[in-house]
């Protein structure tokens, strides 16, 4: 069966330093989202993706996020000037259409902000 | 606005006992619900899925939801559950309409399945 796969699925980072996370969603999927989950709290969503544009984001997604999807397979969060409360574990999903349609969850990247 | 509420954040349970884990949502439109799994490292995968018809959905390794619109609310069952049930399950909703809509989560509720 298909799967999202992202790496790393452990990222170290100095704090104030820019860190890509990636993402390589289902092929055939058009709809791409990006959650965190902070240690001990909930999924919290950040941002979905379509057509090559931000469709919705969260209010956690501010300008120091950024989306891409650079090429035909990959879809990258981009972090500027990380901060300790940064540290999370950032999710990865998919779907193939839009919302009555189940996202696909990758693995999970965790980062650490030190 | 909609949010999620999983009223249990743990739940011990012998093996072979029936399981019920509790979600309540509220929204102010129409739903779709979903329950997932996180398993120890990895990432969630989809349980089951409610999005119109039948109230009583079923979903992979014997578990089942029943939405109940009036109570607004979607419990995940199981009636003998094993020790590989033991993981994270979140329950989750999103409303209908625009594309790319965010899932909602709840808080999660940790099996913990004994022998």
């Known amino acids: 069966e298909p799967e999202v796969t992202q790496t790393p699925s452990h990222q170290v980072t100095q704090m104030g330093q820019e860190v890509i996370l990636r993402c390589v969603p289902i092929?055939?999927?058009?709809?791409f989202y990006w959650y965190r989950q902070i240690l001990g709290q909930k999924v919290e969503f950040l941002v979905s993706?379509?057509?090559?544009?931000?469709?919705?984001k969260s209010e956690i997604f501010d300008d120091q996020f950024s989306v891409e999807r650079p090429d035909g397979s990959n879809f990258t969060l981009k972090i500027r000037s990380t901060k300790l409360e940064d540290s999370a574990m950032y999710f990865c999903?998919?779907?193939?259409?839009?919302?009555?349609?189940?996202?696909?969850f990758g693995d999970g990247t965790r980062l650490s902000i030190l | 606005a909609q949010s999620v509420t999983q009223l249990d954040s743990q739940v011990p349970v012998f093996e072979e006992a029936p399981v019920e884990l509790r979600c309540n949502y509220s929204?102010?439109?129409?739903?779709?619900l979903f329950w997932y799994v996180q398993y120890p490292n990895q990432g969630l995968q989809l349980l089951l899925k409610?999005?119109?018809?039948?109230?009583l959905v079923k979903g992979i390794n014997g578990f089942e939801a029943e939405f109940n619109k009036s109570q607004t609310s979607f419990h995940l069952r199981k009636p003998s559950v094993h020790i590989s049930d033991t993981a994270e399950y979140f329950c989750?909703?999103?409303?209908?309409?625009?594309?790319?809509?965010?899932?909602?989560f709840g808080g999660g509720t940790r099996l913990m399945v004994k022998p």
């Open positions: 409610y999005l119109s018809g039948s109230t």
């Open positions: 092929s055939n999927h058009l709809y």
């Open positions: 989750a909703v999103t409303s209908g309409g625009n594309a790319g809509n965010m899932l909602t």
């Open positions: 993706f379509y057509n090559n544009e931000i469709s919705e």
């Open positions: 999903a998919s779907s193939r259409l839009n919302s009555n349609q189940p996202q696909h």
């Open positions: 929204s102010s439109v129409s739903v779709y």
